[in-house]
């Protein structure tokens, strides 16, 4: 394969409602859209790092530069054979694993279109529906968190996430539980919480809870392995794994039962299989997260979810959940028994509307 063009989109899309958690609240979602055109070819691929550095150290500034003044040389007409030989090239690039990882996932995308194959076929996808959650930003009080609950459940997802922060957690989760006995439940701090917190913790044992993610620093693996000792909810890492290695490191050290699988966090799809697998051999279930993503990149998650070791709910709700239009045509939807259905056109198995691209994009530039 040889790369010919590479176009960067600079894009922003208004959220249906805005998106609060313990750190940030979203109105907007900024990322860069890839294409690339290789042998007749295009390929489509999404960047998923922020306008801030609120979730992680990459923005769409720092990746655009990192994409156009490495990632991009480093790819443009040269010939590949395989990823495997295209990540080998940028190996030298350290970190900026959301830049890589978006251009990885078009380069997947590319390679899966010459081979007339879905995206989850060639990366080992092994059923052709996945099951999908929601996740629920922190809520101004707690009727109306179940309020917005009861509506998702109505539209079918079978397995509510919902954000917590310090003064926003017990309060919250104890009303929602008490209506909703019996649904699959689960919360995200985003990193709010101390190991001082630890009675917090201890009481969420009681809520039947399908996992806690990421209570501690965004950076930790030590400290979440001592609150995972003094209680019985599984920890999930969602932030602190950014490689094969971070995911061995907590799972050897027992600071989390669950791993939280998002290709940005952790350079793309290559690296995701890997953990993918190496959770697997540990029986640790995995499950994908979401980034807020255009129907761009949620076509890729979906294909990655449909790996037979993704055995908990995704963060993959249907497009209308995030955006009034998608940027893609069929938009995702949930079925009624809270499943979606995984792409099997070539490819992500979407089509890109280049006129909604061009909607929100606020600044684009080709590399030949
Ligand atoms: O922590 O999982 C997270 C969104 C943006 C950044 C971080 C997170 C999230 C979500 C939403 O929880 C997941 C989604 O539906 O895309
Ligand atoms: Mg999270």
Known sequence: MKTEKITLYHTKMKLVSPFETSSVIETHV???????????????GECVAGATPSYSNETVKTAWYI???????DLLNKKFENIQDVIKNWNW?????????????TIWDVFAKMQNKSLSKILGGSCDRVEVGISVGIQSS??????????????GYKRIKIKIAPGKDLEFISPLRKKFQDIQLQVDANSAYTLKDISIFKAMDDYNLLLIEQPLGYEDIYEH???QKEISTPICLDESIHSLNDAKAAVELGS?????????????????KLIHDYCASQKIPVWHGGMLESGIG??????????????LPGDISASKRYYKEDIVEPSF?????????????PGIGVNVIEEKLAKVTLTKKEFS
Request: net charge negative; aromatic share 6%.
């Open 256 to 272: 989390c039962r669950i791993i939280n699988i998002k290709p940005g966090r952790v350079s793309g799809f290559t690296e995701s």
């Open 225 to 227: 392995s001592k609150l």
């Open 142 to 155: 707690p009727n109306k968190l179940i309020e917005t609950v009861a509506s998702y459940l109505q539209e």
């Open 93 to 105: 690039i350290r970190g900026n694993r959301m830049a890589k990882a978006g251009l990885e996932s």
């Open 67 to 73: 994409l156009e003044d490495f990632l991009i040389p």
């Open 30 to 44: 900024e990322h860069i859209i890839i294409e690339v055109e290789a042998e007749g070819i295009t390929g489509w």
């Open 298 to 311: 949620r076509a890729g998650n979906i294909a990655l979810a449909s790996l037979p070791n993704f055995t």
């Open 333 to 345: 939807e949930v079925t009624s028994d809270g499943m979606m259905n995984v792409p099997t056109d």
